[in-house]
């Protein structure tokens, strides 16, 4: 499995950025390569399942998103399955009156569509990705 660890300090309340991330709708707005989120359904013990579309090295994915952990305003862990299997762990601070928030992710590259050769390529993708949704999600928020 490849990993990527992406940290931002953005300069607004955990509260808010913490609501903007678990709104699943909203990722469509920061994730360049995610086409689109859909069949949104809350879970009763916080956040949402939801069904995806994403777009890696020209070819579109689709996946589910499954809430594991749900800690308000501190850590949300899920896992997705389909086109891209992976887990994020995403984890919320108050720093210096705004939010560090931290990314980490595992995932497979799903060689048998992009072929070994594309999988250290596609990983160094994956790095700017994420690099962009915390960038996006900070300038979101600071505005």
Known sequence: ???V???VLVQAPVSKVFEFMNTPG???EIWPSMVEVSEVQP???GGSNFHWKYKMA??????DTTVKEFVPEKRVVTTNSGGIPSTFVWT???EDGGTRLTMEAEYTVPIKVLGKLAEPVVAKMNEHEAETVLANLKTEMEA
């Open 1 to 3: 499995m490849a990993k």
């Open 5 to 7: 660890k992406k940290t």
């Open 26 to 28: 909203k990722l469509v």
């Open 43 to 45: 879970q009763p013990s």
């Open 58 to 63: 020209g070819m579109l994915f689709e996946g």
């Open 92 to 94: 919320y601070q108050a």
